[in-house]
């Protein structure tokens, strides 16, 4: 066993800070698409689906 690979846990190759970092950035990216596409939706629709949605799984919202 090569000493660096032991020192160096990796993924497919990858080293694993890289990837941990690849993850962290997308569900950062995917975050602020979600705050984004939801800040600028308008009030009442942003309601209805969650209105909706609320009552799909039966869930009191009243």
Known sequence: MNASTASSPSI??????ATRFAAGFA???FGLVVFLATGFAAPSQIHNATHDTRHAFGLPCH
């Open 27 to 29: 569900a950062l990216a």
């Open 12 to 17: 497919s190759g990858r080293p694993l800070a």
